[in-house]
C-alpha cells in the first residue's frame, strides 16, 4: 500500500524531497486565472471545490433536518398534543428522514468522495468534471422543492420517508407531486455522481495503483457507486408509479383495479435495504483508514476488507423481505429472509474485527478522528445487535413499528454514518485548509456529541421494547419520563453540533497552526504526499506507485 | 477548456493505467445501460409479481376468472371449514354482508353461497370486490366457477341485490389446512370506470 511519488515524470526537474515533487505537480504556469467570486462556485469542475460544495450542502441540510428533529422531540417531550398538529407532526418526521437520508449523510459522502478519491488515486481530477458539476448543483432545487412543498395548501409529504402506498397515492395532498420531482432530481444527482466515481476508479488511477492496493475507503465507494446505479433507478421507478396512481389513475398499488398494496413495499425496500448500505459503506472505508493512522500499524487483513464489503452488497438485494415480515408473508418467506439478513452480520462482524485486530498492539493516540472511529466501532456495532435482534422473525413482530426500530436505524445512521463523516471531516480537515482545527472545541463536540446521542438513543430501545409505537406525536403516560430523557439528550445533541460549525467555520478562515504535508503521524497514501493545504491542482502527472 | 490540457497532458505521458477520454464514454454507456435496465426492471417487477403470486400463491389473491368444473371425486373423508368475511373500503358507503357466514365443505362438492348488498345513497355506485384468503396458499385450491367479484357490481341509488358465488375445494388442498378464510372487500370504482360504461351498467 505504501506509495511514493516517482520524479522521474518531472524530467528535467530536481526534486529531493516529497514535497519538492508535489510543488512540481501543481505548477500553475498553464492554467487560465480561475474565476472568483460566486462564479468560482457556480462553474467549478474542480473536484476539491465540488467536494466542498456537498460537504456545506450535507451540513446546512443536517441543520434543517436537525431542526426538525427538535421540533419532533419538543412535541415529545410530554405526552399529549401541546405544539404542533398531529398532521404537521407527521411532515416533519417525513422531511427530516428524507433530508437526513438523501440531503446530508448521500451529499456528505459524495462531497468525500470528490475530495479525496481523485488524490487516493493518484488522478488530477474526476473522470467527467462538467457533470460533477452538474450533479451537484440540481441539488439544492432538488431540497428547494421539497422543502417549499411544506409550505403548500394541505402540507408537505406526510406519509413517512418510505411514502407506502396507499399513504402517498389515496391519501396524500397534492403536493406529492412536488415529493416525487424533488426525489427523481436527487436520484439523477446520486445517478451521475455514481457514474462519476467509477469511471473516475476505473480509467484514472496512477500507474501501479492496482485494484487491490487501492485505499479502502476508494474500494467502499467503489461498491457503493455500484449499488447507487442499481437501486437509484429502481427508486425512480416507485416514485414514477405513485405519481401516475395518484394523479393519473394507473393502478399499481390500488386493489380495486387489480393492483396490490403490498408490491408498494416489494418495490420500495428492494431500493431501501441497498440503500441503507449505501449509506454505511462509505463509512466502513472511513474507519479502515483512520484507525491503522493512529495505531501505526496497516489495517489488518486488507483483503478481507473488500470481499467483506462486496458480500455485504450482494447480500443487501436478497434482504428487503425483513421490512414486511408483519405483511402477511408465509413463512417459508419470512425464515428465509430471516437466515439472509442473519447472514449479514458474517462480513459484517469481518470489519469489526479486523478494526479491532487493527488497534491490538498498535502504538494508539487518541487524536480527534480517532476517538470518533472509536466511538463509531462501539456505537455501530449496538446497531448492528438491534438489527440481528429484529431480523429474528418472531421478535420483530413485537418490535415492529416501535421506538426499538428507531433507536435501531439511529444507531447506525447517526453514531454509525454521520461519526464517521465527522471524523473523516476532522481526519482529512487539515489537508484541506492546511491548518491544524481547534482542537478545545474538536474535544468539546466529540464529548458532548457522544454523551448526549446516547442519552437520546439509548432509551429509545426502551420505550420500543415497551411498545412505544414510531410516527404518533402523542404516547401513554408510562413512557412520559423516558421521553423528557430522550428530549433533553436530543436538544444537547443539537446544540452540540452548533459547536462543531463554529469549529467549521473557524477553520475555513485558516485559523491555527499549519501542519505538514503528513498532519498526522502514521498517515500513509498518496493524499499525505501533497502539500497541505492541497493545491488546487494536483497529481497533473501522475505518480507512479510501488 | 482546462480539462482537456489535462488529458492531453495525461495522453502524453502514456503511462499504462492511464486511459484517453474515449475510454471514459464507453465506460459511461456501460454504466448508463444498466441505469436504463434498472429502471426497466423494476417496471417489469410489477407483471413478475403477479405471476410470482399465481404461481406460489403468496398473496391470498383468488383466480379472476371462472374456473372450469372437472367432475372430480368428492372426498368426503374430509371437511373443510370456509369462512367469509365481508368489508367495504373507506369511503364506500354500501352494505355487505355474507348470508353465509360459515359453511363446512367436502374437497370436489360445488357449494353455492350469497351475499347482500344495498346501496343506501342516492347516487349510482360501481362496487369492484377483491377477495383475498388466508391462509394465502389456500387460494391456489379454492376455484370459482361463478363469482360477482369477476365482474363490477352497479346499483343505482337505493336499489339491492343477491350476489351469488359459486365454488368448490381442489382435493389436491394440502392436509394440514382445514379452515380457510375468504375475505372480500367492496370498492367504490364509479370515478375511475369511464362514463359509458357507466351508463351501459347502469340500463
Given at each position: ?546 | ?74 372426498d368426503e373423508t374430509r371437511t373443510i371449514t370456509v369462512d ?18 360459515k359453511i363446512d365443505v367436502h374437497p370436489g362438492q360445488?357449494n ?21 384468503v388466508s391462509p394465502g396458499t389456500a387460494a391456489l385450491y379454492l ?26 375445494v381442489d382435493p389436491q388442498l394440502p392436509e394440514d389446512i382445514t379452515f380457510f378464510t375468504l ?21
Amino acid at each position: 500500500m505504501v506509495s511514493t511519488t516517482d520524479t522521474t515524470h518531472s524530467g528535467d526537474r530536481d526534486a529531493d524531497t516529497q514535497d519538492h515533487v508535489a510543488s512540481d505537480h501543481i505548477d500553475d504556469h498553464h492554467h487560465h486565472e480561475a474565476p472568483y467570486g460566486i462564479s468560482r462556485w457556480l462553474l467549478t469542475t474542480n473536484h476539491k471545490d465540488i467536494g466542498t460544495l456537498y460537504l456545506w450542502f450535507a451540513f446546512i441540510m443536517f441543520l434543517v433536518g436537525g431542526a426538525m428533529a427538535m421540533v419532533i422531540r419538543a412535541e415529545l417531550f410530554q405526552p399529549g398534543l401541546q405544539i404542533v398538529e398531529p398532521n404537521f407532526f407527521n411532515q416533519m418526521t417525513t422531511v427530516h428522514g428524507l433530508i437526513m437520508v438523501f440531503g446530508a449523510v448521500m451529499p456528505a459522502f459524495t462531497g468525500l468522495a470528490n475530495w479525496m478519491i481523485p488524490m487516493m488515486i493518484g488522478a488530477p481530477d474526476m473522470a467527467l468534471p462538467r457533470m460533477n458539476n452538474w450533479s451537484f448543483w440540481i441539488l439544492p432545487f432538488a431540497f428547494l422543492i421539497l422543502l417549499s412543498s411544506l409550505f403548500m395548501e394541505g402540507g408537505g409529504p406526510a406519509f413517512g420517508w418510505t411514502f407506502y402506498a396507499p399513504l402517498s397515492t389515496t391519501y396524500s395532498s397534492d403536493s406529492t407531486a412536488l415529493f416525487v420531482f424533488s426525489v427523481h432530481i436527487m436520484g439523477i444527482s446520486s445517478i451521475m455522481g455514481a457514474i462519476n466515481v467509477i469511471v473516475t476508479i476505473f480509467n484514472m488511477r496512477a500507474p501501479g495503483m492496482t485494484y487491490m492496493k487501492m485505499p479502502l475507503f476508494v474500494w467502499t465507494w467503489l461498491i457503493t457507486a455500484f449499488l447507487l446505479i442499481a437501486v437509484m433507478p429502481v427508486l425512480a421507478a416507485a416514485v414514477t408509479m405513485v405519481l401516475t396512481d395518484k394523479f393519473f389513475g394507473t393502478s399499481f398499488f390500488d386493489a380495486a383495479g387489480g393492483g396490490d398494496p403490498v408490491l408498494f413495499q416489494h418495490i420500495f425496500w428492494f431500493f431501501g435495504h441497498p440503500e441503507v448500505y449505501i449509506m454505511i459503506l462509505p463509512a466502513f472505508g472511513i474507519i479502515s483508514q483512520i484507525v491503522p493512522t493512529f495505531s501505526r500499524k496497516k489495517l489488518f487483513g486488507y483483503a478481507s476488507m473488500v470481499y467483506a464489503t462486496g458480500a455485504i452488497a450482494l447480500l443487501s438485494f436478497i434482504v428487503w423481505g425483513h421490512h414486511m415480515f408483519t405483511t402477511g408473508m408465509p413463512v417459508e418467506y419470512e425464515i428465509f429472509f430471516m437466515f439472509a439478513t442473519m447472514l449479514v452480520s458474517v462480513p459484517t462482524g469481518v470489519k469489526v474485527f479486523n478494526w479491532v485486530a487493527t488497534m491490538w498492539r498498535g502504538s494508539i493516540s487518541f487524536e480527534i478522528p480517532m476517538m470518533f472511529a472509536i466511538a463509531f466501532i462501539v456505537l455501530f456495532t449496538i446497531g448492528g445487535l438491534s438489527g440481528l435482534m429484529l431480523a429474528i422473525v418472531p421478535a420483530d413482530f413485537q418490535y415492529h413499528d416501535t421506538y426499538f426500530v428507531v433507536a435501531h436505524f439511529h444507531y447506525v445512521l447517526v453514531t454509525g454514518a454521520i461519526f464517521s463523516i465527522m471524523a473523516a471531516v476532522y481526519y482529512w480537515l487539515p489537508k484541506w485548509t492546511g491548518k491544524m482545527f481547534d482542537i478545545t472545541l474538536a474535544k468539546w463536540h466529540f464529548w458532548c456529541s457522544l454523551v448526549s446521542v446516547n442519552v437520546l438513543f439509548f432509551p429509545m430501545h426502551f420505550v420500543g421494547l415497551a411498545g412505544m409505537p414510531r410516527r404518533i406525536p402523542d404516547y401513554a403516560l408510562q413512557f412520559a419520563d423516558f421521553n423528557k430523557w430522550i428530549s433533553v439528550g436530543g436538544f444537547a445533541f443539537g446544540l452540540s453540533q452548533l459547536i462543531f460549525l463554529a469549529l467549521i467555520i473557524k477553520a475555513c478562515r485558516h485559523q491555527g497552526e499549519s501542519v505538514s504535508s503528513q498532519v498526522w503521524d502514521g498517515a500513509e497514501g498518496l493524499e499525505w504526499e501533497i502539500p497541505s493545504p492541497a493545491p488546487y491542482h494536483t497529481f497533473e502527472t501522475p505518480p507512479i506507485v510501488r | 477548456m482546462q480539462d482537456n490540457k489535462h488529458d492531453d497532458e495525461v495522453d502524453k505521458s502514456a503511462h499504462a493505467g492511464v486511459r484517453t477520454p474515449l475510454d471514459h464514454t464507453k465506460t459511461v454507456n456501460k454504466i448508463l445501460l444498466l441505469v436504463a435496465g434498472m429502471f426497466c426492471f423494476a417496471f417489469a417487477l410489477v407483471p413478475l409479481y403477479d405471476v410470482f403470486c399465481k404461481v406460489t400463491g403468496i398473496n391470498g389473491k383468488t383466480n379472476t376468472e371462472a374456473a372450469v368444473y372437472t367432475a372430480t371425486d368428492i372426498d368426503e373423508t374430509r371437511t373443510i371449514t370456509v369462512d367469509f368475511i365481508t368489508r367495504t373500503n373507506s369511503g364506500m358507503p354500501w352494505e355487505f354482508t355474507a348470508q353465509t357466514r360459515k359453511i363446512d365443505v367436502h374437497p370436489g362438492q360445488m357449494n353455492e353461497v350469497a351475499f347482500y348488498v344495498r346501496n343506501p345513497t342516492n347516487r349510482d355506485i360501481i362496487a369492484q370486490a377483491v377477495p383475498s384468503v388466508s391462509p394465502g396458499t389456500a387460494a391456489l385450491y379454492l376455484n370459482k366457477t361463478e363469482c360477482f367479484c369477476f365482474q363490477h357490481q352497479p346499483l343505482k341509488a337505493g336499489e339491492e341485490a343477491l350476489m351469488p358465488m359459486v365454488f368448490y375445494v381442489d382435493p389436491q388442498l394440502p392436509e394440514d389446512i382445514t379452515f380457510f378464510t375468504l375475505q372480500y372487500t367492496l370498492y367504490d370504482i364509479t370515478r375511475t370506470v369511464d362514463k359509458d360504461t357507466v351508463d351501459v351498467a347502469m340500463n
